[in-house]
């Protein structure tokens, strides 16, 4: 069974949206909530006139986080779920950092 459209095992005859396994309590099944800190650095070196050299650099959740974006939600047959169920299976990204070098002619 799919703890999010459900059949009808607490036997209330009611249809998928509200027939949950029982001990399933309502909104169960959401993640926790993301947290990321992206940030960018940049410094700028003037070449004379309208030409400048940016060093930037971009790190992307840089704090590392382990943030889960989808969990298990197949509770199995019968009463008892099966291993597995409501543990994490997608998450977000881990660090990425990024480097560039632009050249610019400024008007």
């Keep these: 069974m799919n703890g999010l459209t459900g059949v009808d095992s607490n036997q209330s005859h009611a249809f998928p949206v509200s027939a949950r396994p029982l001990?399933?309590?309502?909104?169960?099944?959401n993640t926790s909530a993301v947290a990321t800190m992206d940030s960018r650095i940049l410094k700028y070196f003037p070449f004379g006139g309208v030409k400048r050299?940016?060093?930037?650099?971009?790190f992307f959740n840089?704090?590392?986080?382990?943030?889960?974006s989808q969990i298990n939600p197949v509770f199995g047959s019968g009463l008892t779920?099966?291993?597995?169920?409501r543990q994490p299976i997608a998450g977000t990204g881990a660090r990425q950092i990024q480097f560039s070098l632009d050249f610019e002619f400024l008007r």
């Design 62 to 68: 840089l704090f590392n986080s382990a943030n889960v």
């Design 81 to 85: 779920p099966i291993p597995g169920f």
């Design 23 to 29: 001990g399933l309590g309502r909104n169960s099944l």
């Design 53 to 58: 050299l940016d060093v930037v650099a971009e």
